[in-house]
């Protein structure tokens, strides 16, 4: 076992931050002190760990000089006022929210790319990609020696919890009123997202992509290495709780040979590759796993250099808290 080091959440009572908490202590992770912080809204509450409950404590007056690594999961601008602050004191952290640049904090996902963890020394700053690209990274990363990656397109059909408690709960609401046969009065969302598709996550920019699209070509690309392969994506809102699924087409140089490409996925860590004529769901199989499922490995209809795939993963668990554990697990031994 390795020595304890002391740990802060940063957004320890948003879905991803209580997520995390849970799998430090599911995983063992040698945790001295944990301290949990938040906004002052939700300052003073508390949140389980290890059979107590642990109070949690404003961030912004926070001093970062108490622990050796945080975790960023409280979005962009949380972690653009405070991230400064806990390098100038000597803290380490893994930023969840896409918001500081690759060359300070490398996007990694241990599946795909952890030898660029190699040679970092503490205070480091490393990032965990969005929860699709980190779905994407672990599917694609044991086909790299097989295919000459031309081109990626994606449709990414993501469950509310992407957006927070908030939408969850907004999902739960227009369902009981529609159901109940009552009018049904929009929130969080602009229309009605329950029994619905919305065909974009976020506002768009002037050429329309919006910035989770923008996020997860920049974040897959380079956790591939690959700079020159084309991405393509489009984010849809799908009615579901929690588990995203996305429809994936590859095109390689070359012919694609499916009987390697499933024996690759077979041995892959962090995939579970669902047999021919079934097909893996966010509900049934991906909510509270701790792997990509991975299903419908089919070729073109009529380009033999095309591979099509089928993922669905837990979106806060695998997509999000999970990877940012396992990142600090192979750093761990840096912080001691």
């Known amino acids: 076992m390795s020595q304890p080091i002391d740990i802060a959440v940063i957004g320890a009572t948003g ?17 001295g002190n944990l301290h949990l912080l938040a906004s002052s809204e939700s300052a003073g509450s508390s949140v389980p760990f290890r059979g107590k409950n642990v109070r949690v404590r404003e961030v912004d007056a926070y001093d970062f000089s108490k622990v050796k690594l945080a975790f960023f999961a409280a979005g962009p601008a ?22 500081l640049p690759a060359e300070r904090a490398p996007q990694v996902v241990p599946e795909a790319n952890a030898g660029v963890l190699d040679g970092l020394k ?28 031309q081109s990626v397109h994606v449709t990414a059909s993501l469950a509310v919890s992407a957006l927070g ?11 009981a009123e529609l159901l109940n046969m009552r009018p049904l009065e929009p929130s969080f969302f602009d229309r009605q997202i329950a029994f619905n598709l919305l065909a974009q996550v976020g506002a768009p920019d002037a050429d329309g992509h919006t910035s989770l699209e923008k996020r997860l070509v920049r974040e897959l690309r380079q956790v591939l290495a ?11 809102q799908a009615p579901v709780f929690f588990g995203d699924s996305f429809s994936v087409t590859l095109r390689s140089a070359d012919a694609v040979d499916l009987k390697k490409v499933n024996a690759a996925l077979e041995r892959a860590p962090g995939i579970e590759l669902v047999e021919a004529g079934d097909y893996p769901t966010a509900v049934g199989d991906a ?23 089928w993922l669905t993963s837990d979106n806060v668990r695998k997509g999000a808290a999970l990877n940012a554990v396992q990142v600090a697990e192979l750093l761990i031994k840096g912080l001691l």
């Open 15 to 31: 879905t991803v931050g209580e997520t995390l908490v849970q799998i430090l202590e599911e995983r063992d992770f040698p945790v």
């Open 78 to 99: 949380v972690t653009l006022s405070f991230a400064d602050r806990a390098h100038a004191a000597g803290c380490s952290l893994i930023d969840l929210s896409g918001a």
């Open 122 to 149: 503490a205070p480091f700053q490393v990032g965990s990609p969005s929860p699709s690209a980190t779905t994407l990274a672990v599917a694609l990363a044991p086909l790299r020696g097989l295919l000459d990656l």
């Open 165 to 175: 408690r908030e939408a969850v709960t907004e999902l739960a609401r227009q369902t």
């Open 226 to 236: 690959n700079p020159s392969v084309k991405i393509s994506a489009t984010c849809i």
């Open 287 to 309: 909510v509270g796993q701790d792997v990509v499922y991975v299903g419908r490995v089919r070729g073109g209809v009529d380009e033999p250099a095309e591979l099509n795939l």
